[in-house]
């Protein structure tokens, strides 16, 4: 393997490239003649991410790189766009200082400065941007431990970037403003307010104008025939189907179900498509049926009752007009799915049904009283052989996940004894986890053995980030399609489904992938 092309997982590699230059030449040229089964690419700081669609096409495509040699990509004419700001921000004080600064002198920098727009990525709407006259950038650290959540409009710094967070998100940079500046709006072409090559030009303000928004997210509506009410929607109820591929470029990752298997194995017993649209639960629910139809549950390990009668999970089984459907909470695992014959029909944002909990992408969460729609495809057979694909244990009061990972792309930032610990660790799931990511905790913090920091580059779901306070971080399907810190493993895409059903106070553990067979 080139030394520059370095593998994510099973089915992703990173291209480590000399500047940005480069990066968007490899940018330009493989999103206009893609390698062979390749689905995304993202471009960052210094690098340039690619996924596909299996570990042998991965494989391949490392001889390809290897001799690769894009030309120069062709740049378009720039928009001049304007930011109001007001430079409020809770970091800017000790910013100014820690740069040896006046508050006043780092306003007048960030307004005095041509910025250029180099790409997308983290979440819609959010543009890395550089300085046009590179002499005027400054090396701004990232906090040592990310906030968990950033408030939507934040204006913010970090290595030489800055950029504006499109709606509330956990993140790492510097907050130095707020705007009301709409970032993203779905409809438009591109949906994104800052595109690669656009300068930015941010303007200090006093006041910011109330009315507007720093998102539009807009749905497409379909025809309803509703099937079920939603009595109880427990604590979360989401739609989902498998989510929007190859969308990395507008900072828009594929998201979809979070347990995979059980979402598949959900709609194959009812004879959906693989894809389509179903309900995704944690907590437990209860549905009433307007309409006899046929439904599947899958996932964790849960009561489930038909009109007061116990049924098994992941066999389809007759929901009679007026029945109630009952999930209680998981007694093993963490989200259950339910499948309805036909599938479902929701309200869709880039052609799905998804919900995003981190970009905010898609319907809205369910609550209780919400009408639930089957959409009128035909469906396949049902298939009553199915098994439940649940993976993780019970190990006396602790519920235990054990997931496979490669090491890499960024283990050469940690030393032996901090890789060995690593994979002897037994992590716990803390209470701030979600479905953007598993926040990971242990007695022993992990530490690197490099100083500095990593410009950001590509993420996929299984990422294992290294923030400075050693804590690991797991990527789960909401993730950031970009990232800061070091990720020491990548989690293979088929066990990101045993994270996803660890609840908080859980225990997971690393296990390291043999690559031989590829």
Not at 11 to 39: C, E, F, K
Request: charge should be negative; include cysteine; aromatic fraction near 6%.
């Amino acid at each position: 393997m080139s030394s520059n092309v370095k593998r994510v997982g099973t089915r992703g590699l990173i291209v480590d490239l000399p500047d940005l230059a480069t990066v968007m030449n490899y940018y330009a040229a493989l999103s206009a003649s893609p390698l062979d089964h390749q689905t995304d690419v993202v471009a960052a700081a210094r690098t340039v991410l690619l996924t596909f669609d299996s570990p042998t096409a991965t494989t391949r495509a490392i001889e390809t790189l290897s001799t690769y040699s894009p030309a120069a990509a062709e740049h378009t004419s720039p928009r001049d766009i304007e930011i109001d700001v007001r430079y409020d921000g809770e970091d800017i004080a000790a910013l100014a200082e820690s740069l040896g600064m006046g508050e006043d002198e780092l306003i007048d920098w960030h307004t005095s400065t041509t910025w250029v727009a180099a790409f997308g990525g983290f979440a819609p709407g959010f543009t890395y941007c550089v300085p046009e006259d590179a002499s005027r950038a400054l090396e701004i650290p990232r906090r040592d431990t990310p906030r968990t959540a950033v408030p939507a409009g934040a204006v913010a710094l970090a290595g030489d970037f800055s950029a504006v967070y499109p709606r509330t998100s956990p993140g790492g940079w510097q907050l130095i403003g707020t705007t009301n500046t709409p970032m993203w709006d779905s409809t438009a072409t591109p949906p994104a307010l800052v595109a690669p090559g656009d300068r930015v030009h941010y303007r200090a303000v006093a006041t910011l104008d109330d009315d507007r928004a720093t998102a539009r997210h807009h749905l497409d509506t379909p025809p309803r025939r509703p099937v079920f009410t939603l009595d109880d929607a427990g604590l979360q109820t989401l739609y989902q189907d498998l989510g929007r591929q190859g969308n990395g470029n507008l900072g828009v990752t594929t998201s979809g179900s979070a347990d995979r298997a059980s979402a598949r194995t959900a709609n194959a017993a009812v004879g959906n498509k693989r894809n389509a649209t179903l309900l995704e639960n944690v907590g437990g629910l209860i549905l009433t049926a307007l309409t006899e139809t046929v439904i599947s549950v899958t996932g964790a390990d849960a009561d489930v009752t038909v009109g007061g009668r116990p049924v098994p999970l992941a066999t389809p089984t007759i929901v009679p007009a007026g029945a109630e459907v009952v999930v209680k909470q998981a007694r093993l695992g963490f989200r259950t799915y339910i499948a309805v014959r036909g599938g479902l029909i929701a309200d869709t944002e880039l052609d799905s049904a998804a919900t995003d909990m981190l970009s905010g992408l898609g319907p809205e969460p369910l609550s209780s009283g919400d009408q639930i729609a089957m959409s009128l495809a035909k469906p396949q057979s049902a298939n009553s052989l199915l098994s439940n694909p649940l993976r993780v244990e019970r190990d006396g009061a602790d519920v235990v996940g054990t997931v496979r990972c490669v090491l890499g792309p960024r283990d050469d930032w940690f030393g032996d004894d901090a890789v060995d610990q690593f994979f002897n660790t037994t992590f716990t799931v803390t209470g701030d986890s979600n479905r953007v990511g598993l926040r990971l905790e242990s007695d022993a913090p992990l530490t690197r053995e490099r100083d500095g920091e990593l410009p950001s580059e590509g993420m996929v779901a299984g990422s294992v980030q290294i923030p400075p306070s050693g804590q690991p971080v797991l990527f789960l399907r909401d993730h950031a399609v970009t990232g800061g810190y070091p990720v020491i493993a990548t989690v293979i895409n088929e066990d990101v489904d045993i994270a996803a059903q660890l609840p908080p106070g859980a225990k997971l553990r690393f296990e390291r992938y043999p690559l031989s067979r590829f």
